[in-house]
């Protein structure tokens, strides 16, 4: 299955344009732009922004020509403080991590997580030390501005261009020289010296969204306990490990029900029933998982659902699926991670733990509450574990 994804990369790029944007300068801030207070500043509508070739919604320069944040620039610290201050009263948290084990056995042909907890000196003290070998995508996770670039055109978020992601078949696919070459390193690169950063390392790197933090008011949409409570025999009307299309009006309708209005700056979380299945079926199901069909529940991939995330102005966006969007992504249609990382730079987080997180929530009455995360603090790197945490 994933060499059949590289197959599909490899026919878009050969159709790609030849010439690709100039790479900007590297600035690990928006210091060198005007400084704006994103809590109040206007932001043109969804259809106000240009086009980026044949795409749409393109926010490149919303936030200024170096920006390093993309959408994480509305958690500002009028936005953090107010949120802290209303969602915080009763000192509840409830941590949004599964575990690094799991899946045991990860979506779309990862590694599986390592861990070997080591005994240092074990006839003396039992001194004891754990070494970690996984993929920052494993498991829960955000989705960094360097994870995907627009494909056609070879260029990540801010018009950054991006190295031959299926290089292993350029000895088969010849074609795929003619692409120009990278600005954007792979492999491991030594960083000995933390004062003489080579910018092609750090730039639109996961690093500045960990040293920002990915803070604010959290809104959950419970997506799972709002379908079956619509259903007459209780049950969920739609299988989550299915390509089933999550529409702008389901999640409107489940934000009414829950008596929820969003705000700029919000963190919105979608419970769509992937960890709950997984926690109910025999082992074979999990294990199957990884061989079989990768079809799984998300949001549609429309102009619509385009519109809804960015007017409403959400800082990022998660759920608890292994793709936030439905997939496989319908043929001939964009996939969202391209507009959502490269044309916004808006994290994506994926397999968050929503289980207990929905039942406070349905035990208080809130869908709201004080959402914090920290990504891990990789100079260049495409994704990380969240570190994610809710209060109440």
Not at 141 to 153: A, N, V
Not at 255 to 274: C, E, N, S, T, Y
Request: charged share 20%.
């Amino acid at each position: 299955m994933a060499t059949k994804r590289l197959m599909n990369v490899v026919s878009h790029l050969a159709t790609a344009a030849q010439t690709q944007p100039t790479p900007t300068a590297l600035s690990n801030s928006n210091e060198s732009e005007e400084r704006v207070d994103w809590t109040t500043a206007q932001i043109p509508g969804y259809d106000a922004l240009p086009g980026f070739k044949e795409m749409p919604g393109c926010a490149w320069g919303v936030w200024g020509s170096e920006d390093q944040l993309g959408t994480v620039n509305l958690l500002t610290d009028t936005v953090v403080k107010a949120a802290a201050g209303e969602e915080i009263k009763m000192g509840k948290s409830v941590s949004l991590n599964w575990p690094l084990n799991f899946p045991e056995k990860p979506m779309f042909e990862r590694k599986s997580p390592e861990i070997n907890m080591k005994l240092r000196e074990p006839q003396i003290y039992g001194v004891r030390d754990d070494e970690i070998h996984m993929n920052t995508q494993s498991g829960t996770q955000w989705d960094g501005m360097r994870h995907f670039p627009i494909l056609e055109h070879g260029v990540f978020y801010n018009k950054f261009s991006f190295p031959c992601l299926v290089e292993r078949w350029c000895l088969v696919f010849t074609f795929i020289s003619s692409i120009p070459g990278s600005t954007l390193p792979h492999g491991i690169h030594p960083m000995p010296n933390p004062h003489e950063i080579d910018p092609a390392h750090a730039r639109i790197g996961i690093q500045n969204w960990a040293t920002h933090g990915i803070c604010g008011r959290g809104v959950l949409l419970d997506l799972v306990s709002y379908q079956t409570s619509l259903s007459g025999n209780k049950a969920l009307p739609y299988d989550p490990w299915s390509s089933h299309a999550i529409t702008v009006k389901d999640l409107e309708s489940c934000a009414a029900a829950q008596g929820v209005k969003f705000r700029r700056g919000d963190i919105l979380i979608l419970r769509v029933g992937f960890i709950k299945k997984y926690y109910e079926v025999a082992q074979a199901e999990r294990d199957a998982l990884q061989s079989g069909p990768e079809t799984f529940a998300g949001i549609e991939q429309s102009e619509d659902m385009k519109r809804f995330l960015w007017n409403n102005h959400f800082a990022a966006i998660a759920s608890d699926q292994p793709a936030l969007e439905r997939w496989p992504v319908p043929e001939g249609v964009v996939h969202m991670h391209q507009t959502l990382l490269a044309l916004w730079g808006m994290p994506i987080g994926e397999f968050f733990d929503l289980e207990k997180l929905s039942e406070v929530c349905a035990e208080t009455g809130r869908y709201t509450f004080f959402f914090s995360s920290w990504p891990l603090n990789i100079i260049g790197g495409c994704a990380s574990p969240p570190n994610a945490a809710a209060y109440f």
